[in-house]
């Protein structure tokens, strides 16, 4: 049942047709579900950083700190040790995550901190309109980059599967009821949760039409397997891939941070 409390009324300021639209819907139903299970709303906490992402925390009712750029997992982590009754969620973008605080991302990932990072995927930095990130794919000319990033772009599953990370999916904005239920799964998983979402820029970088015919939803097969998710996630390693894997591509069960200390 739809709860009406979990939006607030403050004006939305993403540009028309962002892909954060679709995140938001689909993460406002992630969380109405789980209190419809029994959780509380007031144990649920969303931590940001600093970019388009971060005014999500504008449009939900719930409570939220924002976060320096590149610094929201630390403090996520510092709530979760002080209060294991909360269920602590990390929004960040690309820039914000795998340039600005990617020691904290890979270091949440290795201790396996019980906390779920939502990153919003529009490979650039947006809100400072258009530089290049460490996922921008090669070529991609951008503010900082104007003939073209020469670089190859980072894998995100793949660096988090080596780091340690317990929880890898990835969902896309347009498909917000996939997305939710991959938002569920990661929040409710053990663990460090990693769920990437592919997320349109309309202003600075647009593959919405590569996307709609590249995604393709995987079934939940042999995902406590590292070779097979290995295998999974190279599929598309932000260069030419044909197809785009959506769904959950590896979770396993081991001692989570808090219980390590």
């Known amino acids: 049942m739809k709860n009406p409390e979990i939006s607030y009324p403050a004006k939305i300021t993403w540009c028309p047709g962002c892909g954060n639209f ?20 007031e144990n649920i906490v969303l931590f940001t950083g600093i970019g388009c992402h971060a005014k999500i925390v504008d449009y939900l009712n719930i409570n939220t700190f924002y976060s320096l750029h590149g610094r929201a997992i630390p403090p ?30 890979i270091y949440a990932a290795k201790r396996n901190a019980n906390i779920t990072v939502i990153l919003h995927d529009n490979r650039t930095f947006a809100l400072t309109t258009g530089q290049y990130t460490a996922l921008s794919p090669k070529g991609f000319k951008g503010k900082s980059t104007p003939q073209g990033s020469p670089e190859i772009p980072l894998n995100p599953h793949e660096l988090l599967l080596s780091s340690g990370a317990t929880f890898l999916a990835r969902g896309y904005s347009a498909k917000i009821d996939h997305l939710a239920e991959m938002m569920e799964h990661a929040i409710k998983h053990k663990g460090f949760s990693f769920l990437e979402v592919l997320q349109p820029c309309v202003a600075w970088l647009n593959p919405t039409q ?30 030419n891939g044909d197809k785009i894997p959506l769904g959950i591509f590896f979770k396993e069960n081991k001692p989570i941070f808090e219980e390590n200390i």
């Not at 679709?22 to 959780?39: D, R, T």
């Not at 929004?91 to 600005?100: I, R």
């Not at 939803?217 to 397997?225: A, D, L, Q, T, V």
């Open 210 to 239: 590569e996307y709609n015919q590249k995604v393709y939803e995987i079934p939940e097969e042999n995902i406590s397997s590292r070779e097979e998710a290995a295998k999974k996630i190279r599929e598309w390693p932000y260069t």
């Open 76 to 105: 996520a982590m510092g709530a979760r040790i002080a209060n294991k009754e909360l269920y602590v969620i990390v929004c960040s973008g690309d820039g914000d995550s795998f340039d600005e605080g990617l020691d904290h991302l």
């Open 22 to 41: 679709g995140i938001l819907s689909a993460l406002k139903k992630a969380i109405e579900n789980l209190v419809s299970q029994g959780v509380k709303r």
